[in-house]
């Protein structure tokens, strides 16, 4: 089966790269809803419909003109999607099979979930686990499978609930939500830092055990050790949180981080590594073999399921320059998912 009509996406061109700069209000979302012809997608992988994708961080980043993340154009942006496959060609897929995709590539170098249609190498597919809805699987998408990541990440190093707090930073965003109530489940008492008011009843449901706010985990001192307040963290915004963070963690302490919205530095001295021995990990979800993300999403699916309702909003494609402005601006509460039209 052939399909060559045209499909609804949102594309980055160059022409508005080019207008963009990083103070221009105006040309800072260059997303432009587009109908394209499918022959636009190639003709090599898999062919998907997607049904679900979801707005992440580096997405934003992506519709801003950042040429860290995106460096050539035009491409269709958005790094999850989720969806069935309809052109299977010689893969091991079937016609119908529910897939999740995931790859560094997806929405970065190569078209992205932002799309009624996606084509992939055949590894970069992930059958959905039983379990898991289509849109389950994408409110967890890339953010939640990063928190999955991070707290997989203590538990190898050791730390278990006897031992002390967990902090959780940037705690109302896509990370920050999984994050909380993931270590809730497993019985761990979450601190969770936040920059929004409004939102500390919510964090409480999702089972965080105290909030604070954002400033309160920071410390401008440049002492080399601060008073330990942490057995782990779950760092989602680096710069000085993450600083203070290593900083006061327990000896022994592990400290994972995957984000930079709060800054790219971190500044420190070797103390809290050589006086408390304590672990920095680096979460990258995008360069995970396709073995271990298939079986953490096996995971999410089965015994770290959890009740994504709370923390997801859908959206249709022509919503999503907005929420790109509101997430940039870190004022999005939890997963923004984003329903494909048919
Ligand atoms: N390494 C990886 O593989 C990977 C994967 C996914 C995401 N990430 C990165 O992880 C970070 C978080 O992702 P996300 O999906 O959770 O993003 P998000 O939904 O935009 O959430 C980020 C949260 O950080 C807090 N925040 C925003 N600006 C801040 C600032 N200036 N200082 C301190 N806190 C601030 C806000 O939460 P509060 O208001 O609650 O404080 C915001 O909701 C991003 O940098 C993203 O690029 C990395």
Redesign the pocket.
């Known amino acids: 089966m052939k399909l060559t009509s045209k499909f609804p996406a949102l594309m980055l061109t160059s022409e508005s790269v080019e207008k963009a700069r990083p103070t221009d209000e105006q040309n800072r979302c260059l997303l432009e809803s587009v109908e394209l012809e499918r022959e636009v997608l190639g003709t090599d992988g898999v062919l998907v419909r997607v049904v679900y994708s979801a707005l992440?961080?580096?997405d934003?980043?992506a519709a801003s003109g950042n040429t860290g993340v995106v460096r050539k154009y035009p491409l269709i942006p958005g790094i999850d999607a989720v969806g069935k496959v309809v052109e299977p060609g010689s893969s091991a897929f079937e016609f119908g099979e529910i897939v999740l995709i995931a790859n560094a590539k997806f929405g970065t170098s190569h078209h992205g979930g932002f799309a009624s249609f996606a084509r992939v190498p055949e590894d970069w597919l992930i059958r959905l686990p039983a379990g898991l809805s289509l849109e389950q699987a994408a409110a967890w998408g890339?953010?939640g499978?990063?928190a999955a990541?991070s707290v997989q990440q203590l538990l190898n190093h050791g730390v278990t609930p006897e031992l002390g707090e967990i902090l959780v930073?940037?705690?109302?965003?896509?990370?920050?939500?999984f994050a909380v109530q993931l270590l809730a489940k497993l019985g761990f008492s979450v601190t969770?830092?936040?920059?929004?008011l409004d939102?500390y009843e919510q964090?409480l449901s999702l089972g965080a055990a105290k909030v604070v706010p954002?400033e309160q985990v920071v410390d401008l001192s440049d002492a080399p050790l601060l008073k330990s307040r942490w057995a782990g963290v779950v760092d989602?915004?680096?710069?000085l949180?993450l600083n203070s963070a290593i900083r006061a963690t327990h000896v022994g302490g592990c400290v994972t981080a995957?984000?930079?919205?709060?800054?790219h530095e971190l500044g420190l001295t070797v103390y809290p590594f050589i006086l408390r021995g304590i672990t920095l990990c680096?979460?990258?979800?995008?360069n995970v073999s396709r073995e271990y993300r298939q079986q953490l999403w096996d995971k999410i699916a089965s015994d770290w399921s959890l009740d994504v309702r709370n923390v997801s909003t859908e959206i249709e494609l022509h919503q999503l320059p907005q929420q790109i402005e509101q997430?940039?601006n870190?004022?999005?509460?939890?997963?923004i998912i984003v329903r494909m039209p048919e």
């Open positions: 992440n961080y580096k934003a980043l890339t953010a499978f990063t990541q930073t940037g705690a109302t965003g896509g990370v920050g939500v969770a830092s936040t920059g929004k939102r964090l954002r989602c915004v680096g710069g949180t995957c984000g930079l919205v709060a800054g680096g979460i990258d979800s995008a997430i940039l870190g004022s999005v509460f939890g997963r």
